[in-house]
């Protein structure tokens, strides 16, 4: 009877050992309480991850081409551990459609569930044109496992369900034209109004988005709604140059239409996913059609003169961080040989009417640059270039808190093209790159903690109207003040102008 016993105890031992060993291998959970319900999320690394949180309700059927809507309380648990589906969008790898219409979700990357913690809060909205891209495709344990920021990612609507212009169809479709905008401001009230369970400040947050995400986040200066869903904007490579006037919103519409075979603009309301995304994409016809889906001046999410409205809006106690890149279209002339050497047709797909302008001037600079030069300069200069220095010189005239930055570097020397810079922002602890200047990496995402944090910026002179204080971010990096950057008086807000 005594070995029984004694076999029984180190039996039991054995057990214990391993339930020990498999707990400090397993997943560890958290479930925490928002105002709609719980959430499961799960530990990865230093930080808790929460995936695919629905922050409206999906917007399909009755809610199609519609204002997004709170998610309604749910009774269960809600599984947050996987990333939720992606805008409906085309896969131009496989050629085919991806994604689904309720894709209306946020990711959670929080080093602290504690709501006494009140950590800085950055929320992520990715590029693609409008067109493409998810909140997924970047990973926020860059910001959320060393630098004490809660990071979030969103996915909003995109191409013609987040930007169709239908608002001459029927009253209740006025600001479908801006549904993509309308979801970016509801995530950022879920966000203000749930951030403090995961440990989030809600009058610490910074909005950063990159590209077509840097166009579509700086629209939020022009509705009054958004004035107090965020503290802080981060541009990167983009603008206002995105809010296309409601007749350019027409005529891409028009040219659905044609590639559809359909003559009434409601006659769109009720096509397949497949049907509208395959159209959409043969009218974008690849990278030319990178303006052709955004926001509308519409009169009702967005109205009147966008640097007008900005003058007259901005509150003074916000903070912003503005750049480029030096040579911006390189991405885009590898993307379409067209822009090579530049004719008017092609200048004309890419801007409309605003093409004769950059025609204007990449001739005026062709003789002297050279064909090549010439054309990666102006295309840089009227692509992103002239809009951010017109936005940032707008914010200087009411706000003494802005900085300007320019990435130049490019291990090659010949400029940094568009994106160029995400790598050095969102500096992977755990990715190695052997093309990555890990020195200017660390420099360069350093500041950008910094200002998230709300800390004063070292060595980084504001950009004021009278003192233009560009940071340059290259092998090494320098402070320039030019006298002044480059405008063309003639051309319009918009990138796109079509008639």
Known sequence: MKFISKYCHYTLFLLMLCYLSYSANAQDYAILKTQGGYLKGAKEGQTWVFKGIPYAEAPKAALRFLPPVPKKNWPDTLNCTTFGEVSAQYNGNTKEVRGNEDCLSLNVYTPSLKKQSKLPVLVWVHGGSMTGGSGSGQNGHAFADKDSVVTITI???????????????DPKYRSSGNN??????????????????????????????ESAGAKLVSTLLLNKDAKDLFGQLILESGAIQCVRDSATAKSIRKRLLKELNLKKPEELLNLST???????????????????????????????????????NTDQSKRFLIGTNKAESRMFIDMDKRLQHPEQQA???????????????FKANEKQLGTDSAAKMVLTQYMYTMHSYRLADTLAQVNPNVWMYRFDYSK?????????????????PYAKNANMNYDLAALMHGYWVDFIHGKPIANWPNYLPQHKSIKIFDQITTVETPKAVFNDPKHPAACLVLR
């Open 412 to 428: 090659d020397g010949k400029g940094a093209s568009h994106a160029a810079e995400l790598p050095y922002v969102w500096l992977d």
């Open 274 to 312: 497949e049907q509208l995304i395959t159209a959409q994409n043969a009218i974008c016809k690849g990278a030319q059609g990178t303006n052709y889906f955004g926001p509308v001046a519409d009169g009702q999410v967005i109205s009147g003169n966008g640097y007008q409205y900005i003058r007259q």
């Open 155 to 169: 996915n909003y609507r995109l191409g013609v369900f987040g930007f169709l212009y239908l608002g001459d169809v």
């Open 180 to 209: 993509g905008l309308q979801d970016l401001m509801l995530s950022l009230r879920w966000i203000k109004e749930n951030i403090a369970s995961f440990g989030g400040d809600s009058n610490r947050v910074t909005v950063i988005g």
């Open 347 to 361: 200048l004309k797909d890419w801007f409309g009417k605003n093409g004769r302008l950059v025609w204007k001037n």
